[in-house]
């Protein structure tokens, strides 16, 4: 970082730091609610399983509850939600 700043300087530069996302970010709330959603199932499918019941998750209900917690927005961002 030194060496780039001094380059910076010697070309009477400005050096500027910027995080550029990798996603939209409707793609990066959607990732978020997705893992939100996995854990709570993975959670469940635990306690389902230490109660001897196995209990299927499907895509099409996977998707629903992920578009519930987009359009509910309070749970995305809480930094005690495992996922």
Excluded: K, Y
């Amino acid at each position: 970082m030194s060496t780039l700043a001094a380059a910076a300087e010697a070309m009477d530069c400005e050096l500027v730091w910027a995080l550029v996302p990798r996603t939209t970010l409707q793609g990066t709330v959607e990732a978020q609610a997705a893992r939100i959603v996995d854990a709570w199932a993975s959670q469940t499918a635990q306690s389902n399983l230490l109660e001897g019941v196995v209990v299927e998750f499907s895509e099409a209900s996977r998707q629903d509850h992920v578009d519930d917690v987009i359009r509910s927005g309070r749970l995305l961002w809480r930094t005690d939600v495992e996922g």
